[in-house]
């Protein structure tokens, strides 16, 4: 479904990512671990397409489809899903309304009719339940004076929406209390299905305990330096990334 | 009829006012001291704060107007037709080139009426110290004819549209509506003036209201420009408000070639709250200049200004507003958001707040931002499918709906909507 071979990017003449190859298969959930500073929130732009990354060398495609060559909107048009690590704030734009028009984008991306206002609002019901959100939420502003777990839930709730085949969650467990991770990890699992698949981007295993990953990968200085099943992050958890990272240019 | 002139002053200016217009005599008298002190004024030039960025066509005081012209066609009442179907008004006053037309009007006498031929001598009392007027106030209170008066008695409630059209003329010709709202002990009144034109034609609008908001009384009054990209708009509102008056002036500008527009606000009874709102979508080669004077004469009074504007292509804003905390005037809360988004190099954008505080225990506070649309939120928006178009409009729309939910009157509020919504389509 998702292939990244040989992945390199930089920021501003820094690189970052020196080589990523990864395949992600429909149905598969894979968890990418790794210290401060290693590449996995960089990996999760580069996918999504923003533009302040560069990407100088290798590809990425999605059922076959070169991805780096299209727009961010395309590439979510076409399946990709960021949720974000720190969600951004938009004053004044109703969240109901964006996640109408993003959902008709879609619709339209892909040939289906779209929804009216009334239609969207009973999909919507339907998915704010899943994420537990009160239907309040819909009427706010995008994420403007919500907390940081209902941040991550307004993600996951868009994810919802949006059904995307690959997901990307970016550290979405960080500043989240053990009910709110329980709510998002429940959502998550609500949404997995064999067409889909997640990549899960975390420091910790508590989100694992919640969501149970087919894969663990660990990224230092812009690779995947191992990789292994749920037992790694165990791993991890218990003797941290030290003994699997080498100094840069080391 | 147009004026024929031969000197640098108008006709009337200099003989008066127009005579075959049945005024009273102490309006006359209040004339003739108006001339006088015309006289001494010149005009405001770059070194005047308030005036600094205002580029205004020097013979704009003589510019004249129109007399018995009553000029109303087909075009005219099917745009009057049009907007009263907008804003679904059941009480309206319609003026064309700046006479009021009954024809097209629709209003109950016991709270308002047109500001035309009789003019009550209480209207005196409401009048600004003429020593005190500037030019354009002076040539207002010389040669107004039109307007509107609205008095809502104590506990009563009143909601009025005054619509102005102006209808092309082969001259450049000006207008000077003298409007006049009070609103006794706890009224309340919502109005609305919508100035439009039908035409691309140039003519200068310079109106003068004068506002006095009584004890625990609230007004609503919220001003649309969508007019000529020739015009040339100044309007200066003059309120006061007595002890718990609540006031809320929403100044919405979509198309004008100049406006400028001055609100001054005095506090005289403690607990008294004003909000101050702006709204500017300027898309071609105009300019909007908001002016606010805030005077807390009295303390334990709010006020909050919020003007926001979207500027393309060459258009310009300039926002200059002084806040006055008195000597005394303890507890007062006052605050300045003066907002700007530049979609174009070319636009550009002057923010001027100040706060000149004698009291030392007060919340005042003043920001500016003038930008870009936020590129992170853009990517946002782009990542969940939408365009770079549909993203733009999108956080344009967001920008604006900050001031249009402050609103209050539902009617001026599904109005600014209903035009964001036209203008901002993907």
């Known amino acids: ?250 | 009829m147009m004026i024929t002139m031969n000197t640098n002053l108008p006709s009337d200016v200099i003989s008066g006012y127009d005579h075959n217009r049945q005024f009273p005599a102490w309006l006359g008298k209040v004339r003739q001291e108006a001339i006088q002190h015309f006289h001494k004024l010149t005009l405001p030039t770059k070194k005047d704060e308030k005036w600094k960025y205002v580029d205004f066509p020097s013979t704009l005081v003589e510019w004249p107007v129109v007399e018995d012209q009553a000029v109303f066609n087909e075009t005219v009442i099917s745009l009057v037709a049009e907007k009263i179907g907008e804003i679904q008004s059941e009480s309206y006053l319609v003026f064309v080139n700046g006479e009021y037309v009954p024809q097209l009007s629709r209003f109950s006498p016991e709270n308002s009426r047109p500001l035309s031929l009789e003019i009550p001598e209480t209207f005196l009392d409401m009048l600004h110290s003429i020593e005190n007027e500037d030019i354009f106030e002076s040539i207002n209170t010389i040669r107004f004819t039109d307007g509107v008066l609205v008095n809502v008695d104590q506990e009563q409630t009143a909601d009025l549209d005054v619509i102005w059209v102006t209808v092309p003329s082969a001259k450049e010709i000006s207008f000077h509506p003298r409007n006049c709202f009070k609103l006794d002990k706890n009224a309340a009144l919502n109005i609305r003036i919508h100035s439009i034109s039908t035409g691309e034609n140039s003519y200068f609008m310079n109106a003068v209201s004068l506002v006095e908001v009584g004890n625990g009384a609230k007004l609503n009054l919220s001003f649309f420009a969508n007019e000529s990209d020739a015009a040339i708009h100044f309007s200066k509102f003059f309120i006061t408000c007595a002890e718990n008056a609540v006031v809320k002036v929403a100044n919405f500008n979509a198309a004008v070639g100049l406006s400028r527009t001055e609100i001054d606000v005095d506090f005289l009874g403690p607990n008294a709250v004003a909000e101050i709102l702006g709204l500017n979508y300027l898309v071609r080669s105009q300019t909007v200049h908001q002016v606010a004077s805030v005077n807390h004469v009295v303390g334990e009074c709010h006020c909050e200004q919020v003007v926001k504007s979207i500027l393309d292509n060459e258009s310009c804003t300039d926002y200059y507003s002084t806040v006055n905390v008195a000597v005394g005037a303890q507890l007062t809360v006052s605050n300045q958001l003066n907002q700007t988004l530049m979609l174009s190099d070319n636009a550009e954008s002057y923010s001027r707040p100040q706060l000149n505080i004698d009291a030392d225990d007060v919340k005042c506070g003043h920001g500016a931002t003038v930008g870009q649309l936020e590129p992170g939120e853009l990517f946002y928006l782009k990542s969940r499918g939408l365009s770079e178009a549909q993203g733009q409009l999108l956080l344009l729309k967001g920008f604006s709906q900050d001031v249009i939910n402050r609103v209050e009157d539902p009617i001026s509020r599904s109005l600014w909507t209903q035009f964001l919504a036209d203008r901002l389509k993907f």
């Open chain 1, 1 to 250: 479904m998702l292939t990244i071979h040989n992945l390199h990017a930089q920021i501003d003449e820094n690189k970052i990512l020196n080589g990523i190859s990864l395949t992600v298969k429909p149905g598969e959930v894979h968890a990418i671990m790794g210290p401060n500073g290693s590449g996995k929130s960089t990996l999760a732009k580069v996918i999504s397409g923003d533009s302040h990354y560069e990407v100088t060398d290798g590809e990425v495609t999605l059922e076959g489809k070169n991805i780096l060559d299209m727009d961010p909107e395309t590439r979510a048009l076409s399946g990709i899903f960021l949720a974000f690590q720190y969600p951004v704030e938009i004053p004044g734009v109703n969240n109901a309304e964006f996640l109408r028009m993003a959902y008709n984008a879609k619709q339209k991306f892909q040939g289906k009719p779209e929804a009216d206002p009334m239609q969207f609002d009973a999909i919507l019901q339907s998915k704010l339940e899943l994420v537990e959100m009160s239907p309040d939420f819909a009427d706010r502003a995008v994420n403007f004076g919500f907390s940081g777990g209902e941040k991550k839930r307004n993600e996951i709730l868009q994810m919802a929406v949006l059904n995307p085949k690959i997901a990307i969650l970016d550290e979405t467990d960080s500043g989240l209390d053990i009910d709110a991770l329980r709510i998002v990890a429940e959502g998550v699992n609500q949404l997995r299905s064999p067409d889909n698949a997640i990549i899960l981007i975390t420091h910790y295993q508590r989100l694992l305990n919640f969501i149970q990953p087919d894969f663990v990968h660990v990224l230092a200085n812009g690779q995947i330096v191992k990789s292994g099943d749920k037992s790694l992050a165990l791993e991890l958890e218990a003797r941290g990334y030290d003994w699997l990272v080498s100094p840069v240019n080391g």
